[in-house]
């Protein structure tokens, strides 16, 4: 038995040292970003501060384990009480999604304002940080608060890139990254072409902002009318949770089986009708 065991070992330990001689090629970058990074810049984007994703995220978990009890106590019927739990864990990140996307769509109106009132105070001869001080006092009402803080931070530390920095995690916005690794980029190696860059950027934003709108406006009844027709077999649901001899068909196995066919096709339908409606985000590549 123990020669038995000192053979697997040594044959373990040459198979080892075969297996070293063969390096494994290194995986390729996962392109675009985890979800958990997408959750953090749209709560970050929806004004909640000092909440993390995973804490958000067991925030959600604690909704729906309260509603699961509450719709049991009820209701008395669990496929029931599951239905509305997950749709009580599903609502703080579809709150948080669209409080996101409404200011996303404002900042992308004023992003190019911003860009310009930088342009303007760089060709004006004031240094880059100053630039994005003014934008605290005389930039737009949406970013004025977060340039605010930048000014804290650089008055503060007198670290120009730790507060770029700190400004882009609060911004949490593609142009601003964009914005910022210029501005840190003329900064360092210095340069003439800041001006015209920013040129450039100012009349790109203005022309996607431009044909982002034309397209939401198109589409935006049609995905009101899916989310509405989403809503409605729930909604309906809800209202039958009222009445017990109602809920009673749901407590059996057929019921069950009705429950999650039709919480299937809605999520299906649902997801089907973002991923074709949805237009091309633009994503954060100069985190």
Not at 8 to 33: D, F, K
Not at 64 to 80: E, I, P
Request: aromatic share 8%; glycine share 10%.
């Amino acid at each position: 038995m123990a020669g038995a065991a000192w053979g697997l070992l040594l044959g373990l330990g040459l198979a080892c040292i075969w297996w070293s001689w063969w390096p494994r090629e290194a995986a390729p970058p996962r392109p675009g970003r985890s979800r958990v990074e997408r959750l953090g810049d749209e709560i970050v984007l929806a004004g909640i501060r000092g909440l993390g994703p995973w804490t958000f995220v067991a925030f959600a978990l604690v909704l729906g384990a309260v509603a699961l009890l509450l719709l049991q106590v009820l209701t008395g019927v669990v496929t029931v009480a599951l239905c509305f739990a997950g749709i009580a864990v599903w609502t703080p990140f579809a709150v948080v999604r669209a409080r996101a996307r409404s200011r996303r769509t404002r900042l992308r109106d004023v992003w190019p304002d911003a860009v310009d009132h930088v342009h303007s105070a760089v060709r004006a001869g004031l240094a880059l940080p100053e630039a994005l001080v003014q934008l605290g006092e005389r930039g737009p009402e949406e970013l004025r608060p977060q340039f605010v803080e930048f000014t804290h931070d650089y008055r503060a530390t007198g670290r120009f890139s730790e507060s770029l920095d700190l400004l882009k995690e609060r911004l949490a916005d593609p142009v601003a990254d964009r914005l910022v690794e210029a501005l840190r980029l003329a900064r360092d190696v210095g340069g003439t072409d800041l001006g015209s860059v920013l040129r450039a950027l100012s009349s790109f934003l203005r022309e996607d902002a431009r044909a982002r709108a034309e397209l939401e406006a198109r589409q935006s009844w049609t995905v009101n009318a899916a989310r509405l027709a989403m809503a409605a077999p729930w909604a309906v649901l809800l209202l039958l949770a009222s009445r017990g001899s109602t809920l009673e068909a749901y407590g059996t196995p057929g019921g069950a089986m009705v429950l999650a066919a039709g919480a299937g096709a809605s999520v299906l339908a649902y997801r089907l009708m973002i991923t074709i409606g949805r237009l091309p985000a633009e994503q954060r590549v100069l985190r």
